[in-house]
């Protein structure tokens, strides 16, 4: 029913072993219409020459086109640093709280050389 609201979704996975360039970044658009948090894991698994990590990084937006800059996110401190560890796997779970009604999600890979193979899976509270 349009309008009704409930206290939380299924996590459901948006990227399945999604490989992101050296240098580069996946990202998805939450529509907030009534919740006020979004559960975001993510599982990184680095190339064992890699020597930096995933970002997770959030901009909002009213209307969901004009979204907080990235240098404006980050300084906000609107981000999260998975650990890193060459050649390893590892997995970061962020709370997001959902301010505006568009939210973009991004996972950036920091490693200006290696590709980075991602899962990612979202939540939303009420």
């Not at 948006?14 to 992101?20: A, E, Y």
């Not at 990202?27 to 006020?36: G, L, P």
Request: charged share 20%; proline share 3%.
């Amino acid at each position: 029913m349009p309008g009704l609201c409930f206290p939380s979704t299924n996590a459901c996975q948006i990227f399945t072993q999604k490989i992101i360039d050296a240098s580069g970044s996946a990202s998805f658009v939450t529509q907030n219409e009534c919740y006020s948090l979004a559960i975001i894991t993510v599982k990184a698994s680095y190339d064992s020459a890699a020597s930096k990590g995933v970002r997770i990084r959030w901009l909002y937006s009213a209307n969901g086109q004009d979204f907080d800059s990235p240098y404006d996110a980050e300084d906000a401190g609107n981000y999260e640093d998975l650990t890193f560890s060459a050649g390893s796997t590892r997995t970061r779970t962020c709370l997001i709280p959902l301010l505006q009604k568009f939210t973009k999600i991004e996972i950036i890979n920091l490693d200006e050389s290696y590709s980075v193979t991602v899962d990612v899976w979202r939540k939303l509270i009420g």
